[in-house]
């Protein structure tokens, strides 16, 4: 993608997000889950789409809630062919600019331990460890894998 801009997803872009959260997690939401995410009130969803004139490609896709000053960072995730390029913080960037607009002061997150680069990404950003759900997730054997719990004052 040599020309790529972070826009909002809208009721159109359900079953791509459903795609690209398939096959960047172990545990897929689906279409009617990310729907009904999205239809809660302060949810949104970011695209990481190309520009080009030929485009609509989507590299990756950030999903967040924000209730009052608070926001969720529910899902981020980039296409396994075009991870390590900086998408990843482009969304995040994306996300909180948008979760500060909408009143957010405090961002939260989960995210698996067994995953450093989710884990180097949010610290980069300022993410703060507060602490461990222990068996939060499940790995592709079943093994159960904690979550580092984070938290972010925008």
């Not at 398939?22 to 520009?51: H, M, Q, V």
Request: proline letters at 4%; one cysteine or more; aromatic letters at 6%.
């Amino acid at each position: 993608m040599t020309r790529a801009a972070v826009v909002a997803a809208g009721p159109a872009d359900i079953e791509r997000l459903a795609e690209m959260q398939a096959t960047c997690f172990r545990e897929p939401w689906g279409a009617a889950s990310i729907a009904k995410t999205l239809s809660l009130p302060g949810a949104f969803a970011l695209l990481l789409r190309d520009t080009t004139p030929a485009g609509r490609i989507s590299a990756g896709f950030v999903i967040i809630q924000v209730v009052a000053d608070q926001a969720d960072l529910l899902t981020l995730g980039v296409v396994p062919g075009l991870r390590r390029r900086g998408h990843a913080g482009r969304l995040l960037e994306g996300a909180l600019i948008r979760a500060a607009g909408l009143g957010a002061k405090t961002v939260f997150l989960e995210v698996a331990e067994d995953n450093p680069a989710a884990l180097e990404l949010y610290r980069r950003a300022g993410f703060e460890t507060m602490g461990r759900r222990e068996g939060y997730y499940r790995d592709a054997e079943g093994r159960r894998i904690a979550a580092v719990t984070m938290r972010l004052a925008i």
